[in-house]
């Protein structure tokens, strides 16, 4: 099932963006582990909409009612469920959209998929919206991990073409040097960023970007060959966030331009642990985690909700027609995506470490 993710903890998100509620339910998840659901609040609030300038003006608590799964601040061994209902949906903005699909949006193939008995609504099932209820579950193995002292952490990149000209030792992440209010590891840049996106909002427009995720503190040995890598598990609940459009891990793209002599890690001994001088891999060689930091970065596309006018079509009359989108929508989702990016990367990592088995080294 689409919905549904995980091989030793299983996900399941459910919901609509203007249904009564939304929601997921995790299994699998061990008894006796902490939770801090103060903590988890926070967390959620990162995502929320409708708490800054620059995101969508629709609010919402995002306030997570914990149905099974928790009891005196544990988890009780039965699946974790957890409701988040929607209090400020408008559906009348979305009235023709049956007819009429945003480009950009999954309106179409959604109507040729499910034969236009999908929910339109928010974009239904669609919606970004559904990323809080991944967030009730990331932010939980989150805090599960940090236990475990395996730290996670997203910043941005660039938003509009503003780019930050960053440089870090990719052996040592700067997760420390990532800023609370607007996560991005220069303030100036992040300025610049805020006012890009201010300038599209005005002109009725969207922009997209770039976030890269770092993180520390994992052993060697997670992961599998072939299908089951720690590229493989990460880029699928990673694509599962709507506008993302592309993930690379460590140098990614650029080593493709890169020689050998460039591209590999040379391998050192720091302490007594095996380590590597350099970090183009990404902390991950052959879908195994090498012990180094694990680097990657996912590219969100603009918002396709945008107060231009466009050109659809109207698949009834099957003619072509302009489309002036109503709503409330983000002139840039990657801010808000941030969060969403780290839980990923936790869910995925959390399930891999529940299926960890490593073989003896032979004497």
Request: with cysteine; glycine share 12%; aromatic share 8%.
């Amino acid at each position: 099932m689409s919905s549904t993710y995980g091989e030793n903890l299983k996900l399941s998100i459910f919901g609509q963006s203007h249904g009564a509620g939304i929601g997921m339910t995790l299994d699998g998840i061990p008894a006796g582990l902490p939770v801090d659901l103060e903590a988890l609040q926070q967390f959620l609030n990162r995502r929320a909409p409708g708490r800054n300038a620059y995101s969508t003006s629709r609010k919402e608590e995002d306030r997570p009612e914990i149905l099974s799964g928790i009891e005196d601040g544990y988890t009780c061994g039965a699946p974790i469920a957890a409701l988040i209902r929607n209090n400020n949906a408008r559906s009348k903005d979305y009235s023709n959209l049956y007819d009429c699909p945003r480009p950009g949006h999954a309106d179409y193939t959604a109507h040729v998929k499910y034969g236009g008995f999908q929910d339109v609504r928010g974009g239904g099932h669609f919606s970004g919206r559904l990323t809080a209820p991944l967030c009730i579950a990331g932010g939980l193995c989150k805090q599960w991990l940090e236990e475990k002292g395996i730290r996670i952490a997203a910043f941005i990149v660039s938003i509009g073409g503003v780019t930050d000209p960053y440089e870090y030792d990719p052996t040592d992440p700067p997760i420390d040097r990532i800023c609370q209010d607007f996560p991005v590891l220069d303030p100036a840049i992040g300025e610049a960023m805020r006012r890009r996106i201010e300038e599209v909002r005005a002109e009725g427009d969207s922009v997209g970007g770039i976030i890269e995720c770092l993180i520390t503190g994992l052993p060697a040995g997670i992961g599998e060959p072939m299908f089951g890598g720690v590229e493989s598990r990460i880029a699928q609940i990673v694509y599962g966030i709507p506008a993302v459009k592309a993930v690379d891990f460590g140098a990614g793209y650029a080593s493709g331009y890169m020689r050998g002599s460039q591209c590999n890690d040379a391998f050192t001994f720091e302490n007594g642990r095996v380590v590597t001088k350099t970090n183009h891999a990404g902390g991950i060689l052959g879908g195994i985690t090498t012990g180094m930091p694990v680097i990657f970065q996912a590219a969100f596309k603009p918002t396709p909700s945008i107060a231009q006018p466009q050109q659809s079509v109207s698949l009834s009359k099957g003619t072509d027609r302009p489309l002036v989108i109503e709503g409330r929508h983000d002139p840039c989702i990657v801010p808000r995506a941030v969060p969403v990016v780290e839980a990923a990367a936790a869910i995925a990592i959390f399930d891999m470490i529940l299926g960890n088995t490593q073989t003896d080294r032979r004497k």
